[in-house]
């Protein structure tokens, strides 16, 4: 099985962390008989060989190698083998970023795929079903062996994976597509087990939906039942620690079942309310782990489509009081994701917080405590209970970083915090490198909560730091803004000038104007920001000039010229300004509505400006219906997500509605 594997100049060859002289001795230790020495090596195969899905000159000498393991039965583990061969052969040649030497070595050996279809061992042909899809070239004779396999299986963890194979065969040849469904349609009935029917069911979803029962989703929820009834013990993964172990244990504990109802979340897609149904069916599953499966599954809906939540949150809510931590700790993690749409879990919440003030804060390993989840996702909804976790927090000797940006989501409802908030500001050691990262939160909490009476605390950052401390430069525009927000920027104009002749000017040229400074002294600071070639010195520039208005106007030309080129935020940006100086609405429509499609990171923004504009926004209201009717976010992102997905969809929902309602 290893013939020829000392002819190859394995030192001459690379993968991700340098010469692959090391790959020779995985690949023996992959046929080990001793556990932990199979377990490294398959380490070392991802970590390095096929390190995050790359493709390497060593990851292509290994295939031959790997289908000779895949081939002999007494070696140990051969799925995991197999599950190797197909990530690193991919999708197709034509995949996105891959390499299609790779997918033709591994083409080269499909016939492997084919005996193993029919191999002594279930992992083995759970991961070939798919195999045979991906890399033999004969759909004619591919759909035979599927139909021979469904046949003769008997393994309920086998048979999901050879349904998934028949959707996958239906999708990639089109004029095979009817015998495949035709299978998919037999499997989705009795005799067939409850899982291996929700697998059908699933893959009808995504590829034959005309063939699909009318009582789909109360059909689905039944199986789901069923099938936990049923369902196998769940694999082990304890043993040595090695990344591939540790990655498996990051997985629901039902992989399987959270691969069935994501293909069913998938297959609905913009069926909101059919998904809603679906969730909580399985959220108000006597099995936990079924539960745990729709928590996960909740926050994929969640950040990507847009409906009637009360419910499913409620659900969530009611996820909390169990002894069952992972379940426990799931929900936790949706609900701070959904900020204000957390308001029907909020009881549960308080519930959570008042019982366990263990969990208020979390510590990483080798990190400081952060606020737990309970808490922050408490805080986040805006309800004013989380206030008295709080105020304990900021009282003990180490509050959690970054707790004042959860303050902030509280607004006024954190006045009494006020006070241990200043207090906590002027401890702040201004003479070390973490004063940035200490103040910026409390000094966002300070400007949530309102708090005039900690002017002098935050005057203390700009008088009382040592001018060469390069990470006070970092904090400096948040002071001015916080100075100025809280009606301060007079009593700090003689501070504030100096900073006219520095990286600082524009933010504290704005701070002067709103503390009532004649036109003469900030505006040709602010023209002379606007023409900088620091990008960020000179957006400060145009965020500035929006304060001024109508006295703006010598800043025209360079205005409109930043209208018409550059990223989509500075060109937005420009036209708010535009709009503010002149009120002339044609300056602005054609960068507004370009914007809007060409980006729809934009649209918060665009409608931000639209709210202020009165009737004048008229002209757009046909984009502001379009996006209140349509049911994606418009932050979703296939395969990414940001933390603030949902609230800024959120925000751009109810400013749309705004826009509508007029003044």
């Not at 979340?265 to 959220?283: E, K, M, S, Y």
Request: charged residues 25%; proline residues 7%.
């Amino acid at each position: 099985m290893f013939t020829g594997i000392d002819e190859v100049d394995w030192a001459s060859l690379r993968h991700a962390y340098g010469s692959a002289e090391d790959v020779p001795g995985w690949l023996r230790a992959l046929a080990s008989a001793d556990t932990a020495e199979r377990a490294t090596a398959l380490d070392g195969m991802y970590g390095a060989v096929h390190h995050q899905g790359r493709v390497y000159d060593s990851t292509l000498a290994c295939v031959p190698f790997l289908f000779a393991l895949a081939a002999r039965e007494e070696v140990p583990e051969r799925g995991c083998i197999v599950e190797l061969l197909v990530s690193i052969g991919g999708e197709s040649a034509e995949g996105a970023g891959r390499d299609r030497r790779a997918w033709e070595a591994v083409r080269a050996g499909a016939e492997t795929f084919a005996a193993l279809a029919g191999d002594p061992d279930p992992a083995v042909r759970q991961a070939a079903a798919g195999a045979l899809v991906r890399f033999l070239d004969e759909p004619r004779r591919v759909l035979e062996l599927l139909r021979q396999r469904l046949r003769a299986e008997r393994d309920d963890s086998v048979l999901p994976a050879l349904t998934e194979a028949l959707g996958r065969l239906a999708h990639r040849y089109p004029a095979y597509a009817d015998g495949a469904v035709d299978l998919l349609v037999e499997q989705s009935a009795p005799p067939y087990a409850p899982g291996q029917r929700l697998a059908a069911l699933g893959q009808l979803a995504l590829r034959a939906p005309g063939r699909l029962p009318a009582d789909l989703v109360p059909a689905a929820v039944r199986l789901l039942h069923q099938r936990s009834a049923q369902r196998l013990p769940a694999r082990d993964h304890s043993g040595t620690d090695t990344l591939v172990r540790r990655i498996r244990r990051l997985r629901p504990s039902d992989e399987q079942g959270a691969a069935l109802l994501r293909t069913l979340h998938d297959a609905l897609a913009d069926r909101v309310d059919d998904r809603i149904a679906l969730l909580t069916g399985q959220l108000t599953s006597p099995d936990p782990v079924d539960r745990c499966n729709a928590v996960w599954m909740s926050g994929v809906l969640f950040r990507g489509w847009r409906g009637a939540y009360d419910g499913p949150v409620r659900l969530l809510g009611a996820q909390l009081d169990t002894d069952q931590d992972r379940l426990r700790d799931a929900a936790v993690s949706v609900l701070a994701e959904l900020y204000a749409l957390a308001t029907p879990a909020a009881d549960q919440l308080h519930a959570l917080v008042t019982a366990r003030p263990d969990l208020w804060t979390h510590r990483w390993e080798r990190s400081s405590p952060t606020l737990g989840g309970p808490l922050k996702a408490l805080a986040r909804s805006g309800d004013p209970r989380a206030v008295p976790a709080l105020a304990q927090l900021l009282a003990g000797p180490a509050a959690p970083a970054g707790l004042g940006y959860e303050v902030a989501h509280l607004g006024r409802a954190a006045a009494p915090l006020a006070a241990a908030l200043r207090h906590r500001l002027g401890r702040v050691p201004l003479d070390s490198p973490l004063a940035v990262r200490l103040a910026a939160p409390l000094l966002t909490a300070v400007r949530a909560v309102g708090d005039r009476e900690a002017v002098p605390e935050v005057l203390r950052l700009l008088w009382g730091t040592p001018d060469d401390l390069g990470p006070r430069e970092e904090v400096v525009d948040q002071v001015i803004g916080t100075l100025a927000e809280l009606g301060a920027a007079a009593q700090a104009a003689p501070l504030l000038r100096p900073l006219l002749h520095t990286r600082h000017a524009a933010t504290a040229a704005g701070a002067l104007w709103s503390a009532g400074a004649d036109a003469s002294a900030v505006l040709p600071v602010l023209l002379r920001e606007l023409g900088s070639a620091d990008v960020g010195l000179r957006r400060s520039a145009v965020r500035e000039l929006g304060r001024l208005g109508p006295a703006a106007r010598p800043a025209l030309p360079d205005l409109r010229r930043l209208v018409r080129s550059g990223p989509a935020r500075d060109r937005i940006q420009a036209a708010r300004v535009l709009w503010r100086i002149t009120g002339d609405l044609d300056l602005v429509r054609p960068v507004f509505r370009s914007a809007w499609t060409a980006d729809p990171r934009t649209r918060v923004a665009v409608a931000r400006c639209l709210s202020t504009m009165g009737p004048a926004a008229e002209p757009f209201h046909d984009l502001i219906r379009e996006e209140l009717t349509h049911p994606r976010r418009h932050t979703s992102h296939e395969g990414a997500y940001g933390s603030r997905d949902i609230p800024d969809d959120e925000e751009l929902l109810r400013t749309c509605r705004e826009v509508l309602a007029g003044p």
